[in-house]
């Protein structure tokens, strides 16, 4: 069932109008739905009822929603000290987090360990040193991951490709072999798995059959050296669906339509070849679990022409979703309100001075008028976790809707907030 859908011609979430919202909250605002979230993770728990899922926070680290994950039994994919922090904050156990990322500090790191969470994903052979010894001036063992590039291209966008050799990320497959016989003479690691994360924002099954058909082989060649793993992390990556996600007869259709991950197949053909291993496997999505569980709601300013394009400006920016302008990502883009079967091809831009300003790109859209409400469709994930202040521009509000009750779930910024870290030089 779709959360959000059109009642007549009025876009709702869950049981409340979106203007309803706008009208108490104001523009521009995040809006989510815990029903559509908990489907998602339902969808997933269902579908792979043996492996645990750690939802990968930065996706979306508002801690209303990582509560709602963690009580449905979720871990946490981190990447950052602060990541682990909100996470432990919002009601993630320890041993439910893991760490991945090719930089992590040396405070991160004896962070993770004094928390003692359940794996560091380790990208080089210098950070299993460096880990070892920091656990040893702890007195802790830590426990450690491996993170293999495969070198298997997942066919999504270059900039989030992250399992080809020339990505940083992950280590050479004879390397890491290397360090599983290095990592047998360091006293305070405790290396039990491996762990694998291709890309985001794929579609296709075939790359993560790939993957898990190498890990398959790769675990084969442990064993041939005596070790044994108990750890698969597959990482993330599940690819949603951007283009046509909600229907009303006065909308344009999107003639070049996408697709979305074949879950049901996903489940069908990896995870015969996972569980085969008798490995422990995690999943770590983040993209799948929240993306369409939320919209980002703005207001038209000011609609103008120039001699070859319409524009549509609004108070939602690159600042509030860099998405369309560092992917050339799609979104689909709806008047909260439809009321006219109008349609136009326009450019819909925010107020921050760069031509690179933009949240859609000549548009077959319903005609919109200043003072109209639009929604921008799948902002839930990697939406307000990459805002930013940009041309000093205050961070959006998110607001959580549940049936018909909802909860602002992140104040909007002030002025006062952007000046809170700052101090004045008495020069
Ligand atoms: N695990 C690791 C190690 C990752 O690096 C990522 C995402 C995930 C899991 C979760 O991937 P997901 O299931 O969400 O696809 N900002 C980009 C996406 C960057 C993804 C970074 N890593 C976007 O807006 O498309």
Known sequence: MAHFYFKGDELYCEDVPV?????????????????????????????????????????????????ILSEL?????????????????????PEVISFAGVGKYAEEIKFAIEKEILALNIESEQ????????AKSLGKKAN??????????????????????????GIDPDEAIDIFKKSLTLSNVNLFGIHTHIGSQIVDVEPFVETANFLVMFIEKLEKIGVKITHIDFGGGLGVKYKNVITHNELPFEEDDDKEINLKLFA????????????????????FIIANAGILVGKVLYTKKSKVKNFVVADIAMTELIRPVLYGAYHQ?????IKTNEIEIADIVGPVCETSDFIARDRKILKLSPGDLIAVMTAGAYGFVASSNYNSRLRPAEVLIEGKNYYLIRKRETFDDLLSKTTLAKT
């Not at 950070?127 to 920091?134: L, P």
């Not at 008798?278 to 999943?283: N, R, W």
Request: hydrophobic content about 45%; overall charge neutral; proline content about 6%.
């Open 73 to 93: 039994g979720a871990g946490a994919d981190t990447v950052s000290a602060g990541e682990i922090f909100i996470a432990l904050a919002s009601g993630f156990k």
């Open 127 to 134: 950070e299993i040193f460096i880990v070892n010894e920091i």
């Open 144 to 169: 450690v991951l491996i993170r293999i590039n495969p070198d298997i291209d997942a066919q999504t966008h270059p900039y989030i490709s992250t399992g080809i050799k020339t990505s940083k990320f």
């Open 268 to 287: 069908e053909q990896i995870s015969p070849l996972l569980k085969k291993t008798g490995c422990e496997i995690i999943l770590e999505p983040g993209r």
């Open 19 to 67: 203007r309803e919202i706008v009208e108490k909250f104001g523009t521009p605002v995040y809006i989510y739905s815990k029903a559509q979230l908990v489907e998602n993770f339902t969808i997933l728990k269902t579908l792979f009822p043996d492996f645990k899922i750690f939802y990968a926070l930065k996706a979306n680290s508002n801690p209303s929603i990582l509560k």
């Open 333 to 337: 883009v709806v008047p909260v309100e």
